[in-house]
C-alpha cells in the first residue's frame, strides 16, 4: 500500500515535469505487460510439458506432454518473435510521436511582419 503512494506521487511529479515522457512510459507499460506475462506463463507452460514429457516425475514420461510439448513449442515461438517485434516498432513508433511532439513544444515560431 506504501509502494503505490510512492510510485503515485512519482508519477504525478514525473507527469508534471515531462509530460510527453511520462505519457510514453504509461503507452509502453500498458503493451509491455501483457506481453511479459505471456511470455513468463508460455515458458513455464513449455518447462511443465518437458518435465511430465521427458522425466519421471509422476511416475514416469508421458507422451502425450510430448506431443503438447512440441505441438506448442513452433506456435509459441513464432508468436513470440512476433509479439516482441510488433513491441519494438510500437516503441519506436511512440518515440517518434514523443520526439514530435517535444520539437513542437519547444519550438516557438515568430512570424514577422
Known sequence: MI?????TYKDVK???ANPTGFGQDALLE???IPLVLFTVGGVLALALFFILGWTE???GPFGFFRFLF???LIPFGVLQLVFWKLFSS????VQ???NRVDDEVNTIKV???
Open 3 to 7: 509502494f503505490t503512494a510512492f510510485k
Open 14 to 16: 514525473n507527469g508534471v
Open 30 to 32: 500498458v503493451v509491455k
Open 57 to 59: 516425475v509422476l511416475s
Open 70 to 72: 512440441f505441438f506448442l
Open 90 to 93: 510500437f516503441k519506436k513508433l
Open 96 to 98: 517518434k510521436a514523443k
Open 111 to 113: 512570424e514577422a511582419k
